[in-house]
């Protein structure tokens, strides 16, 4: 009985460490995706950190400064989520008429 043991082990082992080799050469191809997603998660939880919950409404609440020349854009790319948003609704609650100190628009140039 301890031949037939001893036999099997050798084998066993063999077979264990045939599969963990598998495994990691499975997951070494696909690992700089899982960087990729595990990125984007990161980023959109530490976007959803900086919002404020409201109780009252059951709803998060995110302040921000734009440029007032931009309020028509900002609100076509809210229309833009909430049609391609499978829960929630964004909305422009309120912009304050408040000026800034300074805002710098940078051109962008393009090498030929």
Partial sequence: MLTQC???????????????HRLLVA?????????????????IYHTLNMFNLDVTQKC??????????DLDRIQAALQRG???A???????KRCLKKKMQTMYIWVKFRLP
């Fill in 6 to 20: 001893y036999g099997t082990c050798p084998q066993v082992l063999g077979q264990t460490q045939d599969h963990r």
């Fill in 86 to 92: 499978e829960i929630g609704q964004f909305e422009l």
């Fill in 60 to 69: 998060l609440i995110a302040e921000c400064w734009c440029p007032v020349a």
């Fill in 27 to 43: 997951a070494a191809k696909n690992i700089k995706v899982w960087f990729i997603k595990v990125r984007k998660i990161k980023a």
């Fill in 82 to 84: 909430n049609v391609s």
